[in-house]
């Protein structure tokens, strides 16, 4: 299905959460890193964002209002769309369907942000390609965990573990058997 890959850059907590219970990822901001875990050479390959509309909420509110990936295609999941913005789509359309027909248009990496439930979609219909895990040391104890109750086995490589600071880091691609 197309040439384009689907990575999941992400961080979560110790215990798996990529948000504490207030739906925050302050805990993120305090963890010791050297350099920013490969995030730039990442961005660099990315020309579409996939959010779920909290999350693109929780971006516009930490960064002054303004959306800090405005020159890439984004794709915003809300039951509430409304106007197009500049490069931002706000779409009711399933998320799923919505990649396969990026996925056959040329490009670059689509980077799918989050939040969990928009993964959880792009899951069950097996269309993540690679995996990029930045797991912070620090325990949550609740909040919004990176992996829903999955409805199937999907099998992935360990291709690469790093470390930045703190921070360990994970990279996995998909397994096609």
């Known amino acids: 299905m197309g040439g384009r890959k689907?990575?999941?850059?992400?961080a979560q907590s110790l215990d798996g959460y990529i948000a504490d219970k207030e739906e925050t990822l302050e805990w993120l901001l305090d963890v010791e890193m050297d350099g920013d875990a490969g995030y730039g050479?990442?961005?660099?390959?990315v020309d579409t964002i996939l959010l779920g509309?909290?999350?693109y909420e929780w971006v516009i509110a930490h960064e002054s209002g303004k959306f800090p990936y405005a020159d890439l295609r984004s794709y915003v999941f809300t039951s509430h769309p409304k106007e197009d913005e500049g490069q931002i789509a706000f779409t009711s359309e399933?998320?799923?369907?919505v990649l396969k027909k990026l996925k056959q248009q040329p490009g670059g990496t689509i980077w799918p942000v989050g939040g969990s439930l928009l993964l959880e979609n792009l899951l069950?219909?097996?269309l993540i390609d690679e995996f990029v895990?930045?797991?912070?040391?620090?325990t949550l104890g609740d909040g919004i965990p990176l992996f829903q109750k999955a409805q199937r086995r999907l099998d992935f490589t360990l291709e690469r573990v790093g470390k930045d600071g703190q921070i360990a880091?994970?990279?996995y691609t998909r397994r096609r058997i």
Do not use: K
């Not at 689907?6 to 992400?10: A, D, K, N, R």
């Not at 050479?41 to 390959?45: A, Q, S, V, W």
């Open 53 to 55: 509309r909290r999350t």
């Open 133 to 138: 895990i930045s797991i912070a040391p620090v």
């Open 41 to 45: 050479r990442f961005i660099e390959t």
């Open 6 to 10: 689907v990575v999941c850059y992400i």
């Open 94 to 97: 399933d998320p799923a369907s």
């Open 124 to 126: 069950q219909e097996d």
């Open 169 to 171: 880091q994970l990279h």
